[in-house]
């Protein structure tokens, strides 16, 4: 006869999740952290641990592989859906207390505005140099474009001059069949 299997032993973890406490009964920590959906190792980061709470044990092994969850800080047993917490009311606010003070005299400054020559010689100084700049960047223009019309007239020249010596060197040739050679 085939053995019925041992019933799995189940370990409570405990983590928090925003606003809510979360314990589910679960074999391991890798069960425990597919039933909250998280690849995250929240046992490592020391997010997460072995609850030892009696009651929140009891209803999760009621549970088994199922998180339950309640109100951070509170003593409300764990449940699927345990609601938003609660907010005590805020302490009564009394009214102010204002105080009347006597009105002081102005005070009647005599400032001078502060002196501006250092950052206006900053400002020409950056200015001319400015100035200069664009004044190199016409001037390598003007070069660039003389050289450009250099180059096209030397090319022009090479041009006319290879023409003209393939032209007699044709010339030769023919003249030299003429005369009897092989060439």
């Given at each position: 006869?085939?053995?019925?299997?041992?019933?799995?032993?189940?370990?409570?973890?405990?983590?928090?999740?925003?606003?809510?406490?979360?314990?589910?009964?679960?074999?391991?920590?890798?069960?425990?952290?597919?039933?909250?959906?998280?690849?995250?190792?929240?046992?490592?980061?020391?997010?997460?641990?072995?609850?030892?709470?009696?009651?929140?044990?009891?209803?999760?092994?009621?549970?088994?592989?199922?998180?339950?969850?309640?109100?951070?800080?509170?003593?409300?047993p764990f449940s699927l859906d345990p609601?938003?917490?609660?907010?005590?009311?805020?302490?009564?606010?009394?009214?102010?207390?204002?105080?009347?003070?006597?009105?002081?005299?102005?005070?009647?400054?005599?400032?001078?505005?502060?002196?501006?020559?250092?950052?206006?010689?900053?400002?020409?100084?950056?200015?001319?140099?400015?100035?200069?700049?664009?004044?190199?960047?016409?001037?390598?223009?003007?070069?660039?474009?003389?050289?450009?019309?250099?180059?096209?007239?030397?090319?022009?020249?090479w041009a006319k001059a290879r023409k003209?010596?393939?032209?007699?060197?044709?010339?030769?040739?023919?003249?030299?069949?003429?005369?009897?050679?092989?060439?």
């Open positions: 006869m085939a053995r019925a299997p041992a019933p799995r032993r189940l370990k409570v973890y405990q983590a928090q999740f925003g606003f809510h406490d979360s314990v589910v009964a679960a074999p391991n920590q890798a069960a425990a952290l597919a039933a909250w959906g998280t690849r995250q190792n929240l046992f490592a980061e020391g997010r997460a641990k072995v609850s030892d709470d009696p009651d929140a044990a009891a209803v999760a092994l009621a549970h088994p592989e199922v998180p339950l969850r309640r109100a951070v800080g509170s003593q409300d609601g938003l917490p609660q907010v005590p009311d805020p302490p009564p606010r009394g009214k102010p207390a204002l105080k009347v003070l006597a009105k002081a005299a102005p005070v009647a400054l005599e400032a001078s505005p502060p002196d501006r020559s250092a950052l206006d010689a900053a400002q020409k100084a950056l200015a001319s140099i400015n100035a200069r700049r664009l004044d190199e960047e016409k001037d390598f223009e003007r070069r660039r474009k003389a050289l450009e019309a250099e180059e096209l007239a030397a090319r022009q020249a003209t010596a393939e032209t007699a060197l044709e010339a030769a040739r023919r003249s030299y069949r003429a005369a009897g050679g092989d060439a």
